[in-house]
């Protein structure tokens, strides 16, 4: 594998990780949950551990509605108990994604009718988070893949049998997490694809007046707005928070000289294009490298 076609691996920081799940119009209940599984999880945190903050977090909004408590309060045993909950034959956790699927549907959530589908930015996460990759070949029997909350559950079950409910009262408070990313571009925000023999280079442009030079992108929890310099606001599926955070790394600050950071937070202005990693790219895949 070319490892140019690579960032410098983007370690999954606690703070920014938590970042993706606040946007600043995050509900109260949802960021309770966040905060109390970034406590739990900050003192055994790793690269890697996303799911496991996200299936945590899950399960503790869960847990509060049910018992109708804050999720700051909700026991090690009950975590223990949904987190080891029924598995299927394939070993995914059926009983706690029914669990977090039907507290999201009351809580609003997700609303589908027969002709449109609504869900909200936590929704999406937890699509994300129990996706299982299936092959598309009709005739294929290959069985889908696990989800990434299977592996998660694993992974908290292991953490959770350690700790004891006088350890998780005494843990040091949740970091900070980092606040939403104004980028301002004086020139274009390209998004790179390739693979294969092939390779995409577009740019993203205002829905309203196509105008697509100059502009803002703000990153604010897992979403993303484009702003073009008359001031539309446009939201392109094929831009997404992590990508667009990865792709900040190369770029040095033109008003600090200081190099920038996928934990960026405020406002940072480029001086020329900002190239981002299209949303069908692996996250870590190098915007700059490689085609172009
Ligand atoms: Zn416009």
């Known amino acids: 594998m070319n490892r140019q076609h690579f960032t410098v691996p983007t370690e999954q920081q606690l703070p920014v990780e938590m970042g993706y799940l606040l946007p600043t119009n995050a509900l109260q209940d949802w960021a309770d949950a966040v905060t109390r599984a970034a406590q739990l999880l900050a003192p055994a945190w790793g690269d890697g551990d996303r799911p496991a903050l996200r299936t945590l977090t899950f399960t503790l909004y869960?847990?509060?509605h049910e018992h109708g408590q804050p999720a700051g309060d909700v026991a090690l045993d009950a975590m223990r108990d949904a987190l080891s909950?029924?598995?299927?034959?394939?070993?995914?956790p059926m009983e706690l994604k029914?669990?977090?699927?039907?507290?999201?549907?009351?809580q609003g959530h997700v609303s589908h009718t027969d002709r449109t589908f609504k869900e909200t930015a936590v929704y999406r996460i937890y699509r994300d988070l129990t996706y299982q990759w299936e092959p598309r070949e009709i005739m294929s029997d290959m069985g889908a893949g696990p989800s990434h909350m299977q592996h998660a559950a694993g992974r908290l079950t292991g953490?959770?049998?350690?700790?004891?409910?006088?350890?998780?009262?005494?843990?040091?408070?949740?970091?900070?997490?980092?606040?939403?990313?104004t980028v301002k571009v004086a020139g274009k925000v390209f998004l790179i694809s390739y693979g294969g023999g092939g390779a995409a280079l577009q740019f993203v442009q205002c829905g309203?007046?196509?105008?697509?030079?100059g502009g803002s992108v703000l990153?604010?929890?897992s979403n993303v707005t484009f702003t073009c310099g008359n001031g539309h606001a446009t939201n392109d599926r094929r831009l997404t928070a992590t990508r667009v955070r990865n792709a900040l790394t190369p770029y040095v600050s033109p008003a600090t000289g200081v190099q920038l950071t996928a934990g960026a937070e405020g406002?940072?202005?480029?001086g020329g294009d900002l190239r981002?990693?299209?949303d069908d790219m692996m996250e870590t895949a190098n915007p700059l490298g490689g085609y172009f």
Request: glycine share 10%.
């Open 159 to 181: 953490l959770l049998a350690e700790l004891d409910d006088v350890q998780a009262a005494g843990l040091p408070a949740a970091p900070t997490p980092t606040g939403p990313v």
């Open 208 to 213: 309203e007046c196509e105008q697509h030079h």
């Open 98 to 106: 029914d669990r977090i699927r039907a507290v999201l549907e009351t």
């Open 267 to 270: 406002e940072v202005s480029l």
């Open 85 to 92: 909950g029924r598995k299927d034959y394939d070993g995914e």
């Open 62 to 64: 869960t847990l509060g």
């Open 276 to 278: 981002v990693a299209r």
């Open 219 to 221: 990153v604010d929890g």
